[in-house]
């Protein structure tokens, strides 16, 4: 047996799913629907401002560490046109190599060994990680379907003196649940009554459909003690660029900023003075984005049904769950490393972002929709195949 080098942290970790399921999509010419990347490009506009920069040699040597001016006066006026919210471009805001190490830099920096982080179960699955790297306890707490609401009592229930932080995501991976303006109130009323600190991962602000997006920092006492993380991969299509960033207190960006700059130290210097071009975009381009993937939804939702699937649609992000069983399987994993070679199409199971899934997450996997309309409606072709073998084995090919 080979012997891991691997520290005891992140002994169950493992290889990403995500690699694993990219991977099986390119070996087999399968449809990529497991990892969420969208297949075109954003705005020309964008990309052209990008070019520009590096061609006018802005950000090609290391941008100031908390990010370049133009970003973060783009973002500070980002938050106050959408939510009202006023920040400091030079203390209360700060640039990341993407959402991710905006979540890893803040958990480094608030975390003592011990400490106690309570989410929202299932969990995108880089918040297990970041939260055993920087010494902490993840403590799950299960939304469950059909609609994946969070349950308050057991929330409270699962605070105890240990307690540090709450780290919420809404718009939520992978279920798109949107939590709600009496949902956040009850969380804020907790967070207070307990002093919790709260880490809010928002970087689907933008990708809801008919429900409202409510950033938890902007209830009652919630300012002082929220970290709000953003993204530009996802709102406009250029997930590769990884620029991120986090908003919030002086003190408490100033503690992420610490531990930040013993990881990337700086990223994306060309890329950051695009991005602040982008979140200038009038708003027909956020609805536009919105109209679009509800329609590229419905279209995939449909398909899923049709094929045998139980649907779970989702109010936001562009992720959608759907329930196995009805196709006589039992095992989100199987079916997952089964499914290019049944029909040619990739998801992601919905086990990876449990702690201990239990047999109600087994039969759940993941889709996304960020595809073009082409791409979806031929996945749905494949994914029909599905629909006359229910009961045939896992791994026995359905299509030619």
């Known amino acids: 047996m080979p012997i891991s080098h691997v520290n005891s942290r992140l ?24 990892q969420g990347f969208p297949d ?5 506009e ?12 802005r950000g090609n040597q290391y941008p100031p560490g908390p990010g370049v001016p133009e970003l973060r006066e783009s973002i500070t006026h980002h938050q106050k046109r959408f939510y009202g919210i006023d920040l400091d471009p030079d ?3 700060l640039v990341t190599a993407g959402a991710t190490e905006a979540i890893a830099a803040s958990l480094l920096a608030l975390l003592e060994p011990g400490d ?3 989410a929202f179960e299932p969990t995108y699955d880089s918040y297990a990680a970041c939260i055993a790297m920087a010494g902490g306890t993840h403590v799950p ?3 469950h379907p059909p609609a994946f609401r969070p349950d308050l009592e057991a929330l409270r229930a699962a605070v105890t003196p240990r307690t540090r932080i709450l780290l919420l995501n809404s718009p939520h991976n992978p279920t798109g649940m949107v939590l709600t303006r009496e949902e956040l109130a009850s969380i804020a009323e907790l967070a207070a009554e307990r002093d919790l600190l709260v880490i809010s991962d928002e970087v689907y602000e933008h990708l809801v459909f008919g429900v409202e997006h409510v950033p938890v920092s902007t209830l009652p006492g919630m300012r002082e003690r929220t970290l709000t993380i953003g993204s530009g991969g996802k709102t406009f299509s250029f997930t590769g660029w990884k620029v991120g960033w986090v908003t919030g207190p002086a003190a408490l960006v100033s503690a992420v900023r610490t531990a930040k700059q013993f990881l990337t130290y700086v990223s994306s210097g060309p890329f950051q003075y695009a991005m602040a071009e982008a979140l200038k975009l009038p708003d027909s381009y956020f609805g536009d984005l919105q109209q679009d993937l509800l329609l590229k939804r419905d279209l995939l939702a449909d398909g899923l049904r049709a094929a045998g699937f139980v649907v779970y649609p989702p109010d936001g ?30 998801a992601i199971p919905n086990q990876v972002f449990y702690r201990d899934p239990g047999a109600q997450a087994l039969g759940l996997v993941r889709f996304t929709f960020c595809k073009k309309t082409g791409v979806l409606t031929e996945a749905v072709e494949r994914l029909g195949s599905l629909a006359g073998a229910v009961g045939a084995p896992a791994g026995a090919r359905t299509t030619a």
């Not at 070996?27 to 629907?33: A, H």
């Not at 196995?324 to 070679?341: Q, V």
């Open 11 to 34: 002994a169950q970790a493992g290889t990403s799913i995500f690699a694993e399921m990219s991977t099986l999509a390119a070996e087999t010419g399968s449809i990529n629907l497991g």
């Open 40 to 44: 075109t490009d954003g705005p020309a």
């Open 46 to 57: 964008i990309a052209r401002a990008a070019a520009d920069a590096i061609l006018d040699g």
């Open 91 to 93: 203390s209360e805001v």
């Open 116 to 118: 106690e982080v309570i």
């Open 141 to 143: 707490v299960t939304l």
């Open 317 to 346: 992000t562009y992720f959608i769950t759907a329930g196995i069983r009805g196709l006589g399987d039992e095992d989100g994993l199987d079916f997952c490393r089964a499914l290019p070679g049944r029909c040619g199409v990739a």
